[in-house]
């Protein structure tokens, strides 16, 4: 990641969730660059062209139309073009079934959706500053779900 910003992707068919997100990486003080899509398979067309500047940090919803977020996990997974991509799942769930699924089909983190302002700012701002290549060599399901 040495560059001047974070190149960081959203895929959320929330467009409430998806302004909210924006607006705490505006607030935060880390040089982003934050892309949003509103469904899996928009993210995906993009990620897939030729011209795609890869993010280091994807954040998934897990659901959303046309394709959800477990379908892009399995897609980018799959592609070895993705594989410096740090993913965060992030969703309104917090279902064991769900943390467990993601887990183990490679996501990197997990997270919540806060429903405070401050407390996303916290979250985001957490995992952007992760050094997610000492975090994926010694990932494990205790430090996978990202507790506030």
Not at 117 to 142: A, C
Request: proline share 2%.
């Amino acid at each position: 990641m040495n560059k001047e910003y974070i190149h960081i992707i959203l895929a959320d068919d929330d467009e409430d969730d998806r302004l909210f997100f924006t607006d705490a990486f505006e607030e935060l003080k880390i040089s982003t660059k934050v892309q949003t899509y509103n469904d899996g398979s928009e993210l995906m067309d993009y990620l897939n062209s030729e011209d795609a500047i890869l993010p280091e940090i994807l954040f998934l919803d897990l659901n959303m139309p046309k394709k959800n977020g477990l379908e892009c996990l399995a897609e980018i997974k799959a592609n070895e073009k993705f594989s410096d991509v740090a993913i965060a799942i992030y969703s309104t769930s917090s279902s064991e079934e769900h943390i467990q699924e993601t887990f183990v089909s490679g996501a990197n983190i997990y997270i919540k959706k806060p429903n405070d302002f401050e407390k996303l700012k916290k979250v985001l701002s957490d995992v952007v500053t992760i050094n997610w290549q000492y975090q994926t060599s010694g990932l494990n399901k205790d430090n996978f779900l990202l507790r506030i």
